[in-house]
């Protein structure tokens, strides 16, 4: 497995949705849980959805409720649906096993919600 490929960004008004991706393979679906993070300027990178290897899924109290993580296994992806958005998810996210292995960081994907 290389680097992770997010994808799905952009910029959107308070109370809009986006669908974020993170590409991998079926194998490292199979192997490890993955986790959405993200990093907002001036803060610590964190952790705010997580799937594990069998599909379950938890979530950070922040985003608990408008936030689904989903996976393809066919495909090797995860993904992030994001509803209800507020100018405080905006955010650069990344995708990466939890613990994080530090290779597979990838570029990351730039969310801004606008007020």
């Known amino acids: 497995q290389a680097q992770l490929v997010e994808s799905g960004g952009g910029l959107v008004q308070t109370g809009g949705s986006l669908r974020l991706s993170c590409a991998a393979s079926?194998?490292?679906?199979?192997?490890?849980?993955v986790g959405w993070y993200r990093q907002a300027p001036g803060k610590q990178r964190e952790l705010v959805a997580r799937?594990?290897?069998?599909?379950?899924?938890g979530y950070e109290d922040a985003v608990k409720g408008r936030f689904v993580i989903s996976r393809d296994t066919a495909k090797g992806t995860v993904y992030l649906q994001m509803d209800s958005l507020e100018p405080s998810d905006t955010a650069v996210y990344y995708c990466?096993?939890?613990?994080?292995?530090?290779?597979?960081w990838g570029q990351g994907t730039q969310v801004t919600v606008s007020s």
């Open positions: 799937i594990t290897n069998r599909g379950i899924t």
């Open positions: 990466n096993t939890i613990p994080p292995i530090q290779p597979y």
């Open positions: 079926r194998d490292f679906l199979a192997r490890y849980i």
